[in-house]
């Protein structure tokens, strides 16, 4: 088994030991990890396919890399037991806002995780749903229990899944990326999302592949870079703005989501610039002809 490095982790976290598993610890360790580690699926755009063995996306974020769910949540996963937590990864399926029905945990487009054993006043029966792998998604866990939950700008609905018997759904808020999730129950391994895995990272019909998009959330909201477009989804009116240039799209990376992207190069950073630049004059020209 490949070694896990658990204090380099929790150094790329900013956090430091904290003790047996509890309830405080799993919240700061969550909203750390997804304040820290950015959302992004950039090497799509590079036509390079990654690894999503959580040994491999665990050393990806050490190195300073974020990725999506597969390697956000597999990765998270491998810290939460190293610290002791009780973590199960479930086979999941993200519904789009265009898309109904939903499509159920068998699609597998996400990896959701739950932890267990972490009784509190506000989730009794100490199952938590966790999730660091939804862009705009949770900032901090949720109870495992039918509710409706207040972060930052988004409500957050659980409750039981209506696709998938004895399953569960996150419905997300109308201001968000994605309509909801549903998950099943039933433990997954990484090669339940291998073949789906491929499909995202190299698909020219994948939103991965169409579209860059690079996300961090925090308590008041989410950054979300979509092509050349920088968007702020907060408490108030969400905020544009166009990134022109290599230098500024580039600079935004990096003092925004935390993506220095010294594993590219020069020759890669020019090609992602001009894939990306590309595909936002394109967007650009559909939207001013009304298509």
């Known amino acids: 088994m490949p070694a896990f490095d658990t204090a380099a982790y ?3 976290l900013g956090v430091s030991d904290l003790g047996p598993p509890s309830v405080a610890g799993l919240r700061t ?3 750390a990890q997804v304040e820290r580690i950015a959302y992004e699926a950039l090497d799509a755009h590079l036509g390079r396919l990654t690894s999503i063995d959580p040994y491999d996306s665990a050393a990806r974020i050490v190195a300073g890399r ?5 390697h956000l949540n597999g990765a998270f996963s491998l810290l939460l037991r190293a610290l002791g937590y009780d973590v199960t990864w479930h086979r999941a399926g993200v519904q789009e806002h265009d898309v109904v029905p939903p499509p159920g945990p068998a699609l597998a487009n996400h990896l959701a995780l739950t932890v267990r054993g972490l009784p509190s006043g506000e989730c009794p029966e100490g199952a938590w749903l966790v999730d660091a792998g939804l862009g705009d998604g949770l900032h901090e866990p949720l109870p495992l229990r039918v509710g409706e939950y207040v972060q930052g700008p988004f409500r957050f609905r659980v409750g039981r899944s209506q696709v998938e018997p004895g399953g569960w759904r996150l419905e997300h808020d109308p201001r968000g990326t994605f309509a909801g999730m549903d998950f099943e129950m039933r433990p997954a391994v ?3 999302f291998l073949d789906r895995h491929v499909d995202l990272s190299t ?18 909201g989410v950054d979300a870079l979509i092509g050349c477009v920088l968007r ?24 925004v989501f935390g993506l220095e992207l010294t ?9 992602l610039w001009a894939r990306v630049r590309s595909a936002h004059e394109a967007w650009s020209a559909r939207r001013s002809a009304g298509t």
């Open 10 to 12: 929790l150094r790329r």
């Open 29 to 31: 360790l969550h909203t």
């Open 66 to 70: 974020g990725g999506y769910c597969y």
């Open 190 to 192: 990484v090669t339940d």
């Open 203 to 220: 698909s020219p019909e994948s939103g991965y592949v169409r579209t860059c998009t690079v996300m961090r959330r925090d308590a008041d």
């Open 232 to 255: 702020r989804i907060g408490p108030g009116p969400d905020r544009r703005r166009v990134l022109e240039t290599r230098s500024e799209w580039y600079e935004v990376l990096a003092e």
């Open 263 to 271: 594993d590219l190069g020069a020759a890669g950073r020019e090609v």
